[in-house]
């Protein structure tokens, strides 16, 4: 056996070693509206192939079980949980994430709502309670004040922004 090889022994199966890298998959996908390809273990949780991999640290690590909404990406135009989700289940799909909303220097409307509401206390919840609140807009961009307070219901903030956080989405539903 050399480096880079492991052993794996499955009931009635005799050992054999594995090449590290044959447990990588090609995983193609949309992201922030570029084309990428990745050579990865495809079982690693998308948040860290998106802070380690690819540099992206807007998406943040809050309790690593998908119950803060710290960790938020758009998926095909639905707010998932990163922290839970295996990269291969983004193949083919388009993942949106807080640094894909700006339009070069001009921030998304959701971004400026949130600075101008002061919606954006310590900043660490900011970027998931922005992108699930992106993804309700995009499915409804006309939100009453009660479909914003239950949409955003299990993004939590320990700050206790959330009727600046409330006030912000609002603000946004209300110009559409």
């Not at 090449?19 to 922030?32: A, G, Q, V, Y």
């Not at 998932?80 to 339009?103: D, W």
Request: hydrophobic residues 35%; glycine residues 10%; charged residues 25%.
């Amino acid at each position: 056996m050399t480096d880079g090889e492991f052993l794996v022994k499955s009931a009635g199966s005799q050992t054999k070693p594995i090449e590290s890298n044959d447990m990588k998959e090609t995983i193609r996908f949309k992201l922030n509206g570029k084309s990428t390809t990745l050579d990865v273990e495809g079982d690693r949780k998308l948040l860290w192939v998106l802070r380690t991999d690819l540099g992206l640290t807007g998406t943040k690590y809050g309790c690593g079980m998908s119950l803060c909404g710290a960790c938020t990406v758009v998926i095909n135009k639905e707010a998932v949980r990163s922290c839970s989700l295996p990269v291969r289940e983004v193949r083919g799909k388009e993942v949106t994430t807080i640094e894909g909303l700006a339009q070069g220097e001009k921030l998304h409307p959701l971004q400026n709502a949130f600075a101008e509401n002061g919606a954006v206390q310590c900043g660490f919840c900011t970027p998931g309670m922005i992108m699930n609140a992106h993804a309700m807009l995009l499915k409804n961009p006309k939100l009453t004040r009660d479909q914003i307070i239950m949409g955003m219901e299990n993004n939590l903030c320990r700050c206790s922004a959330h009727k600046r956080i409330v006030q912000a989405i609002e603000s946004v539903s209300t110009k559409r």
